[in-house]
């Protein structure tokens, strides 16, 4: 369960950045999720609840949204969304990592970040 080592580098580092301001409370932290990153949305909100249990924290809530994947192909000059595949003996789909126009292998702009992008707090 690697969301819950991710979750907690998360909680530590708004933490961390509530300390350098007066905050009295937080109510928001809200994230932005690549779909690269296969991290899942629910078991972040579970490790999220379990890891601010005793700080500031404790009556926040955790907001996901996710940054959808994007390719770059250097051969035929494509850009634009991942393919997947479904394969039936991991019963999900799989990105493929190859131009969907010419077949090469592509370069990720987009889908394997994981952000803070904005805390909603309240100054003392």
Known sequence: MHEFSVMNQIVNAVLQ?????????????????GELTFLGHEQMRFAYQILTEKNMLKNSKII??????KIKCSQCNYNGKIKYEYDPSFHFSLP?????????????????????????????
């Open 17 to 33: 950045e509530v300390k350098k301001h007066n905050v009295k409370s937080v109510s928001e932290v809200h994230l932005e999720i």
């Open 96 to 124: 493929t990592f190859t131009c969907p126009k010419c077949s090469n292998p592509v370069d990720i702009v987009e889908g394997k970040e994981c952000v803070i992008k904005r805390i909603v707090a309240e100054e003392d």
């Open 64 to 69: 996901i949204s996710e940054k959808k994947a």
